[in-house]
């Protein structure tokens, strides 16, 4: 399985959504292109449109990894079946699901910001219940785990369902500018790193409310 970017963020989103907004999954194309665009929680920011997001869809479709959803005449909507469903290819528990989500939306991670980030995901009790479940994915040959860069002190890992050869290029660019969370400040201090967790949930929820009266207004 060969997923290029878009439809990787494509799966991500619908996975995503599909825990933390149940109420509005499956998702429209007007949702999913939003939610693709988010400025929050995504790495990198992407400005795609409806058209490039339905040939992504239209692949995925292809692939068996998405279905279209129709309620009587109602606007088409969106579900994956990448995972935690019957017809699924990929068996994956709940973290190890949360973790390839969150590598779809983010591109490669660490441990703990994987464990930082899955919050609304997957409630991880440690970072060491992260390690095992990327040691399955690892296993599995889901994910791998790349080289430690200079000044970091843990490596990185990456799903391995897209572009190799991209995602380390993605990554080595990522690198070249530390920050955490998407906020341009190096730190290891936990404290920082709760306070930089709840701001994402904060603007991830803004988000959210968004999606949800852009639907109410349609």
Known sequence: MKLNSLETRVLGVLMEKAVTTPD??????????????QKTN??????????????AISTLIEKLLVSEVRFGSRVAKYQHRFSGTEFAEVKLNKA?????CLMFLRGPQTAGELRSRSQRLFEFNNVQQVEEA???LVKKDYVSQLPREPGRRESRFMHLFGDAEIQAAEAAAQSSAPKVAGHGVATDSSAADALVSRLESLEARVTELEEMLSELLK
């Open 24 to 37: 509005q999954y499956p998702l429209s194309l007007n949702a999913l292109t939003t939610g693709c665009n």
């Open 42 to 55: 995504r790495e990198p920011v992407m400005d795609v449109s409806e058209s490039e997001v339905l040939d």
């Open 96 to 100: 190890q699901q949360a973790i390839i």
């Open 134 to 136: 990327l040691a399955e």
